[in-house]
């Protein structure tokens, strides 16, 4: 079955760094684009970053640019968030995400299942 699963997350004071790792199985990785969301408390879910399946593009949100990168090994199955210089509001959980490249209804979509992630003294 597809599993996307999530490590990384944790407590972290402002200014600290953290790597969040998704690991990916049951379909096919290169047939999809990555991405990275947060949700913090009270609020909407956000897309942060996402990379396209060549691993070449990247983009970002506004707020976390120069800070977060956003990476992938195919080889691999997984899909990275480098997260530098945190602040209390990158307080959230993050869910990896897998969208295919051709969208075609009987190809699905796919979420992790969250991981935590707080920033605080």
């Known amino acids: 079955q597809v599993q996307l699963v999530e490590s990384g997350g944790g407590l972290v004071p402002p200014g600290g760094s953290l790597r969040l790792s998704c690991a990916a199985s049951?379909?096919?990785?290169?047939?999809?684009?990555m991405s990275w969301y947060r949700q913090a408390p009270g609020k909407e879910r956000e897309l942060v970053a996402t990379?396209?399946?060549?691993?070449?593009?990247?983009n970002y949100t506004d707020s976390v640019k120069g800070r977060f990168t956003i990476s992938r090994d195919n080889a691999k199955n997984t899909v990275y968030l480098q997260m530098n210089n945190l602040k209390p509001e990158d307080t959230a959980v993050y869910y990896c995400?897998?969208?295919?490249?051709?969208?075609?209804?009987?190809?699905?979509?796919?979420w992790g299942q969250g991981t935590q992630v707080t920033v605080s003294s």
């Open positions: 995400y897998a969208a295919p490249i051709y969208p075609v209804a009987y190809v699905s979509d796919y």
């Open positions: 049951g379909f096919t990785f290169t047939s999809y684009v």
């Open positions: 990379v396209t399946s060549s691993g070449v593009y990247t």
